[in-house]
T-cell receptor, first 114, second 111 residues
Framework: EPEVTQTPSHQVTQMGQEVILRCVPI?????FYWYRQILGQKVEFLVS????????KSEIFDDQFSVERPDGSNFTLKIRSTKLEDSAMYFC????????????FGEGSWLTVV | RKEVEQDPGPFNVPEGATVAFNCTYS??????FFWYRQDCRKEPKLLMS???SGNEDGRFTAQLNRASQYISLLIRDSKLSDSATYLC????????????FGGGTRLMVKP
């Protein structure tokens, strides 16, 4: 079964450092997403991406965050200057289309900011 | 008011029991509804979509009541492997394909 893959699985970084989380969505999918889950809290939407631009973003996705599809396969989330409260599991996801298609999640990248 | 609200549990049930989870959502424009399952520190995985007429998948039955903005999940003949957190998830297409998650209900099935 095709799957969304994410790297790294776990990263520890110092406050103020830049972090890039990488994702390879399922190959025929057109919509890509980042969600995050702070430990013990619910999964929260960050951003959706289609046709090389952001479709929607939440209030969490402020100027410290950016997304990019640098080539035909990778989809990245960059956090410019990490804060302690950015510590969370970050899930990449993809879907074939926008309307009513199942969204498939990667296994997540666990980010710890110290 | 929370957008998607669930009883956090935990629900502790013996193997073989029937257990039901409920969920309410606040956005009346919501159009698609799902139950996801999440194991500890793992990604959410789709358990089943929820249709207006109700639907069943093996031991799992989901119901939707649009008038009351209420979704349910029934698990029959619980297995140890059903132990997980069950996430009620809503998609409002006026917000793109953005999923809104409930906080989850934790189920622990004991031998």
């Amino acid at each position: 079964e095709p799957e969304v893959t994410q790297t790294p699985s776990h990263q520890v970084t110092q406050m103020g450092q830049e972090v890039i989380l990488r994702c390879v969505p399922i190959s025929n999918h057109l919509y890509f997403y980042w969600y995050r889950q702070i430990l013990g809290q619910k999964v929260e939407f960050l951003v959706s991406f289609y046709n090389n631009e952001i479709s929607e973003k939440s209030e969490i996705f402020d100027d410290q965050f950016s997304v990019e599809r640098p080539d035909g396969s990778n989809f990245t989330l960059k956090i410019r200057s990490t804060k302690l409260e950015d510590s969370a599991m970050y899930f990449c996801a993809s879907s074939e289309d926008r309307a009513r298609n199942t969204i498939y999640f990667g296994e997540g990248s666990w980010l710890t900011v110290v | 008011r929370k957008e998607v609200e669930q009883d956090p549990g935990p629900f502790n049930v013996p193997e073989g029991a029937t257990v039901a989870f409920n969920c309410t959502y606040s956005n009346s424009a919501s159009q698609s509804f799902f139950w996801y399952r999440q194991d500890c520190r793992k990604e959410p995985k789709l358990l089943m979509s929820v249709y207006s007429s109700g639907n069943e998948d093996g031991r799992f039955t989901a119901q939707l009541n649009r008038a009351s903005q209420y979704i349910s999940l029934l698990i029959r003949d619980s297995k140890l492997s059903d132990s997980a957190t069950y996430l009620c998830v809503v998609n409002s297409y006026n917000a793109g394909n953005m999923l809104t998650f409930g906080g989850g209900t934790r189920l622990m099935v004991k031998p």
